[in-house]
């Protein structure tokens, strides 16, 4: 990808938070299927407005729900990156920072705003990310092991820093290898969990073997939407 797309490719990482809980179709489970199943680009278009709409009601609902909120940060981030739409990848970053701001202990919101600073750092460099966009490599860093540190023993958090690791900088094999490893025994109490820790189990083999530029080719196609780049 190129210009704009790679801009905001790092929104794509929020989709990571998506979770899959019980009963009717969810936010959640719509992003889900949009960023790790659908391959037709028009198609994830229609479930991400669809999912956005489900936030924007719960919203209007209730302005404080957080899932909702979440949601809708998510869902703005992925039409950002699948549109190329900067206005719409600067108001996902803000709402990912406001939601952080009123629930500090979110780790879902800590990983969403990493993967924004650390894909933007890895498709432009750091000069460019941080001019264009304010994004930062360091910024990313600190709110990735934020999500770590809250985000408990499931396999997301260990899986998505493990990608997003080795997709900023392919020679961080070291870092990116533990975190694949212990995604592998953690805990996949939702169907993300479960996507992601294949993912980390997919990326292993490179990594072990100290190709990081294998790795970090494989994990820009385990990121949501890869299979549409």
Do not use: C
């Amino acid at each position: 990808m190129r210009g704009a797309a790679r801009l905001i490719l790092g929104l794509a990482v929020a989709g990571f938070i998506a979770t899959a809980p019980a009963g009717a179709a969810t936010s959640r489970e719509i992003l889900t299927n949009a960023a790790f199943v659908t391959q037709d680009k028009a198609q994830a278009l229609a479930q991400i407005d669809s999912a956005l709409q489900l936030s924007l009601a719960a919203l209007a609902r209730d302005p404080h729900d957080r899932e909702a909120q979440l949601q809708q940060a998510i869902a703005i981030g992925y039409r950002a990156k699948l549109k190329h739409g900067f206005a719409d990848a600067k108001e996902a970053r803000r709402l990912m920072e406001v939601l952080i701001a009123q629930d500090p202990n979110n780790a879902e919101a800590h990983a969403a705003l990493a993967g924004w600073h650390l894909d933007a750092v890895a498709q432009l460099g750091n000069f460019v990310a941080r001019t264009m966009l304010g994004a930062k490599k360091d910024d990313g860093l600190a709110e990735l092991d934020t999500a770590l540190r809250l985000g408990g023993n499931r396999a997301l958090f260990p899986a998505m820093a493990a990608l997003t690791r080795i997709q900023v900088d392919r020679g961080d094999v070291v870092a990116a290898r533990a975190l694949a490893a212990r995604a592998t025994t953690a805990e996949t109490p939702t169907v993300v969990d479960r996507v992601l820790q294949k993912a980390a189990a997919t990326l292993l083999p490179p990594l072990r073997q100290n190709d990081g530029r294998t790795a970090q080719a494989m994990a820009e196609r385990l990121l949501p939407f890869g299979r549409l780049n």
